[in-house]
C-alpha cells in the first residue's frame, strides 16, 4: 500500500498525534480518525501507532494515499474514505480568494485579489493593508479565511512549520478601521509577535480624521471598561466606556476597567461642511478594543462620522475615517524589518481634500 509521508517539525514536538491529524483533516470525524489509526492506515516512523502518541521532532506520519482520493477517484466498491481537499498537494498557486464586505448593511460576497493586500511578507509573518469593512475573523468569508487558502498555496510548501499550525490574525483591527494587519504564517512568527506585543516593543500608528481643532500634541490616560448594555441585539456591535478614573475615587471601580494610553499629534486642521476638523497621527501605548474612538470622543474630538462615539453623521464612502498607517519592531532574527509604513488610502485622501487637507501635509 502507498503512503505519503509528513515530518515532525520542532515546533511540533510533544503535541498529541490526533491534534496535529485533526487540524489538517478537518473535515474527518474524529472516530473515523481514531478507525484510521487503528487500523494503520496512518502511522508514525512505519509503526502501528495510538491516537493519544506525543510525536517528537523528526517522526515520519504516514498517511495511505487513497485516503487523499477525490470523491470521482473512489474505487469501485464506493468505500474509499474521501477527504478534505485541503489534503492534497497544491501545485496551482490560486490568487483569488473569497472574504466578506457589506454594502448599506447587506452583506455580499465579493472576489479580491488578496496579493494587492501584501505589504510585506516572509515565512514568519504576513503584514496586509486592510480594507475598509472586512471582517477579519469568525465568519466564512472573514479575511483569516483568505490568509489560510493563500498560506497553504504560497507560503506552507516552502517553510519549516508545524503540521498543526494554522495562520492568524496577531492582533485587533475594528472592522471599519483600516491598514496594516498582521498575521502570523509560523508559530515562531506568532510567539515572537505575541511576547513582543505583550512586552509593548512593538509600535502601532495610526492617523485619523477627528472633529474640532487640536492644536498641541497630548497625551490621554485614561480607562476604557466594557458596556455591555450598548450590545445591539441584531449585530452583536457594543461601545466601550472611556473615562478619566476607574472610579475607585467616587466608590464605584469597574471590575473590568483597563487603562488606556494613547497619544495625539495634529497634523492639519480642515473644515468639513462647517465642521472644523483635524487629521491627526495617533500613537497607542495600550491596545484596548475601540480605544482610540472611545478616547477621542471623551477628550471632544469624536472620529468625524462616528456616530457610536458622538461624532457628526456624514455621507461619505466611509462611516469615518482611521487607518493604521505605520508598524515598528524590535531587533530580532526573523527578518521582520524595523519599520512597515504606508500612505493613507485614496477614499482617505478624498476625505481630505473636500476638507481642505492636501496629502501632502501626512
Same mark, same amino acid.
Given at each position: 500500500?502507498?503512503?505519503? @509521508?509528513?515530518?515532525?517539525?520542532?515546533?511540533?514536538?510533544?503535541?498529541?498525534?490526533?491534534?496535529?491529524?485533526?487540524?489538517?483533516?478537518?473535515?474527518?470525524?474524529?472516530?473515523?480518525?481514531?478507525?484510521?489509526?487503528?487500523?494503520?492506515?496512518?502511522?508514525? %516512523?512505519?509503526?502501528?501507532?495510538?491516537?493519544?502518541?506525543?510525536?517528537?521532532?523528526?517522526? =515520519?506520519? $504516514? *498517511?495511505?494515499?487513497?485516503?487523499?482520493?477525490?470523491?470521482?477517484?473512489?474505487? $469501485?466498491?464506493?468505500?474509499?474514505?474521501?477527504?478534505?481537499?485541503?489534503?492534497? +498537494?497544491?501545485?496551482?498557486?490560486?490568487?483569488?480568494?473569497?472574504?466578506?464586505? $457589506?454594502?448599506? +448593511?447587506?452583506?455580499?460576497?465579493?472576489?479580491?485579489?488578496?496579493?494587492?493586500?501584501?505589504?510585506?511578507?516572509? #515565512? @514568519?509573518?504576513?503584514?496586509?493593508?486592510?480594507?475598509? =469593512?472586512?471582517? *477579519?475573523?469568525?465568519?466564512?468569508? $472573514?479575511?483569516?479565511?483568505?490568509?489560510?487558502?493563500?498560506?497553504?498555496?504560497?507560503?506552507?510548501? %516552502?517553510?519549516? +512549520?508545524?503540521?498543526?499550525?494554522?495562520?492568524?490574525?496577531?492582533?485587533?483591527?475594528?472592522?471599519?478601521?483600516?491598514?496594516?494587519?498582521?498575521?502570523? /504564517?509560523?508559530?515562531? &512568527?506568532?510567539?515572537?509577535?505575541?511576547? %513582543?506585543?505583550?512586552?509593548?516593543?512593538? &509600535?502601532?500608528?495610526?492617523? !485619523?480624521?477627528?472633529?474640532?481643532?487640536?492644536?498641541?500634541?497630548? #497625551?490621554?490616560?485614561?480607562? *476604557?471598561?466594557?458596556?455591555? #448594555?450598548?450590545?445591539?441585539?441584531?449585530?452583536?456591535?457594543?461601545?466601550?466606556? !472611556?473615562?478619566?478614573?476607574?472610579?475607585?475615587?467616587? &466608590? *464605584?471601580?469597574?471590575?473590568?476597567?483597563?487603562? !488606556?494610553?494613547?497619544?495625539?499629534?495634529?497634523?492639519?486642521?480642515?473644515?468639513?461642511?462647517? /465642521?472644523?476638523?483635524?487629521?491627526?497621527?495617533?500613537?497607542?501605548? /495600550?491596545?484596548?478594543?475601540?480605544?482610540?474612538?472611545?478616547?477621542?470622543?471623551?477628550?471632544?474630538?469624536?472620529?468625524? &462620522? =462616528?456616530?457610536?462615539?458622538?461624532?457628526?453623521?456624514?455621507?461619505?464612502?466611509? =462611516?469615518?475615517?482611521?487607518? !493604521?498607517?505605520?508598524?515598528?519592531?524590535?531587533? %530580532?532574527?526573523?527578518?521582520?524589518?524595523?519599520?512597515?509604513?504606508?500612505?493613507?488610502? +485614496?477614499?482617505?485622501?478624498?476625505?481630505?481634500?473636500?476638507?481642505?487637507?492636501?496629502? /501632502?501635509?501626512?
Amino acid at each position: 500500500m502507498d503512503f505519503k @509521508h509528513f515530518a515532525v517539525g520542532e515546533d511540533d514536538d510533544g503535541r498529541r498525534l490526533d491534534k496535529i491529524l485533526k487540524r489538517f483533516l478537518d473535515n474527518v470525524p474524529l472516530s473515523q480518525l481514531y478507525k484510521l489509526i487503528r487500523k494503520s492506515l496512518i502511522k508514525v %516512523n512505519d509503526k502501528k501507532s495510538r491516537p493519544d502518541y506525543r510525536v517528537i521532532s523528526g517522526d =515520519d506520519i $504516514s *498517511i495511505a494515499s487513497f485516503l487523499f482520493l477525490s470523491e470521482h477517484e473512489k474505487t $469501485s466498491d464506493g468505500k474509499t474514505p474521501a477527504l478534505n481537499k485541503n489534503l492534497q +498537494n497544491h501545485h496551482k498557486c490560486e490568487k483569488y480568494y473569497n472574504f466578506q464586505v $457589506s454594502s448599506q +448593511n447587506d452583506k455580499i460576497t465579493v472576489q479580491t485579489d488578496i496579493s494587492k493586500l501584501i505589504v510585506f511578507e516572509n #515565512e @514568519h509573518i504576513l503584514i496586509l493593508n486592510k480594507p475598509y =469593512d472586512v471582517i *477579519i475573523h469568525g465568519e466564512k468569508y $472573514s479575511l483569516d479565511k483568505a490568509v489560510v487558502e493563500y498560506w497553504k498555496n504560497n507560503i506552507k510548501d %516552502n517553510s519549516d +512549520n508545524s503540521l498543526s499550525f494554522t495562520p492568524g490574525p496577531l492582533h485587533r483591527i475594528d472592522r471599519k478601521t483600516t491598514g496594516l494587519i498582521v498575521f502570523s /504564517t509560523s508559530l515562531a &512568527g506568532a510567539r515572537w509577535f505575541s511576547e %513582543n506585543i505583550k512586552n509593548h516593543t512593538i &509600535g502601532k500608528k495610526y492617523h !485619523a480624521l477627528v472633529q474640532g481643532k487640536v492644536f498641541e500634541n497630548q #497625551e490621554w490616560c485614561d480607562f *476604557i471598561s466594557k458596556n455591555e #448594555e450598548s450590545k445591539t441585539k441584531i449585530s452583536g456591535f457594543h461601545k466601550v466606556q !472611556a473615562s478619566f478614573s476607574d472610579g475607585k475615587e467616587e &466608590g *464605584i471601580k469597574s471590575e473590568n476597567a483597563k487603562k !488606556a494610553q494613547t497619544f495625539i499629534k495634529p497634523v492639519c486642521i480642515g473644515s468639513f461642511e462647517k /465642521t472644523f476638523v483635524t487629521l491627526a497621527e495617533i500613537t497607542i501605548g /495600550t491596545g484596548r478594543k475601540h480605544q482610540i474612538r472611545s478616547q477621542c470622543s471623551l477628550h471632544n474630538h469624536p472620529l468625524l &462620522g =462616528d456616530t457610536a462615539y458622538g461624532g457628526k453623521k456624514i455621507k461619505a464612502k466611509q =462611516d469615518f475615517y482611521l487607518q !493604521a498607517t505605520e508598524l515598528t519592531f524590535p531587533e %530580532n532574527k526573523l527578518g521582520i524589518p524595523s519599520q512597515i509604513r504606508i500612505s493613507i488610502s +485614496n477614499d482617505f485622501t478624498d476625505i481630505l481634500s473636500y476638507c481642505g487637507i492636501k496629502k /501632502t501635509n501626512v
